[in-house]
């Protein structure tokens, strides 16, 4: 069965902190993604990654940055957390051929404070 | 860069009745629309999804339309039941680069017992 774990479904982190959300696919997939989900903007790219040591700057990759140092694990760093980070955070997986399916994980929820 | 827009924010039928959820894209280039159900506390998850060659998609009780021309695609689901009830996003896929998803702004579905 496919799976896309976040390390975390609820975080709560203090402004300033550097916070580090944990993505690990277990189908070998070239292609992760992370994402925001925010109500009424749908979902936004932040970062995406190709190969591993590979990152792109998806739309709205401000105050993240990302890491991809082995192929099932894709982290998303948030070097000094801010309250407009609050928000609910999404990893995907996606084979490298076009035209295929997306894998989420179940979010992680986090409030910066 | 690709834009989605997703039609109407918030949906409210009647159990058996149908509904339907619209969505235009920006560039075409994009070949591939997948359709993704959010269910509470879980991430999005592929429900049917159509290529540019093709326009019309069936599952049982959903069907996905795709007019290239006009750039718009549109979701329908059939004889509702209240396990419908949910946020539904439309997405695209360009075909060059590193074939990221565009989301829509999402769309919450209620069926009314």
């Known amino acids: 069965d496919v799976k896309v774990t976040q390390s975390s479904r609820y975080l709560v982190k203090r402004t300033g902190e550097k916070v580090f959300l944990e993505c690990v696919q277990d189908?070998?997939?070239?292609?992760m993604f992370w994402y925001r989900q925010d109500p009424g903007l749908g979902l936004r790219l932040i970062y995406f990654?190709?190969?591993?040591?590979?990152?792109e700057k998806g739309d709205i990759p401000e105050g993240y940055s990302v890491s991809r140092e082995k192929k099932e694990r894709f982290s998303l760093i948030l070097e000094s957390a801010s309250t407009n980070q609050t928000s609910m955070y999404l990893c995907?997986?996606?084979?490298?051929?076009?035209?295929?399916?997306?894998?989420f994980g179940q979010g992680t929820r986090l409030t910066v404070v | 860069g690709e834009n989605v827009e997703q039609h109407p924010s918030t949906l409210s039928v009647q159990e058996g009745d149908s509904a339907v959820i619209k969505c235009t894209y920006s560039?075409?280039?994009?070949?591939?629309f997948p359709w993704y159900k959010q269910e509470l506390g879980k991430g999005p998850q592929l429900i049917i999804d159509i290529r540019s060659n093709v326009g019309e998609k069936k599952d049982q009780r959903i069907a996905v339309t795709l007019n290239k021309t006009a750039k718009h695609f549109s979701l329908h689901i059939t004889e509702t039941q209240p396990e419908d009830s949910a946020v539904y996003f439309c997405?695209?896929?360009?075909?060059?680069?590193?074939?990221?998803?565009?989301f829509g702004q999402g769309t919450r579905l209620t069926i009314n017992p």
């Open positions: 560039d075409s280039a994009s070949n591939y």
């Open positions: 189908m070998d997939h070239e292609n």
């Open positions: 995907a997986s996606q084979p490298g051929q076009a035209q295929t399916e997306a894998f």
């Open positions: 990654s190709y190969d591993v040591k590979m990152k």
């Open positions: 997405a695209a896929r360009l075909i060059q680069g590193a074939q990221k998803l565009v």
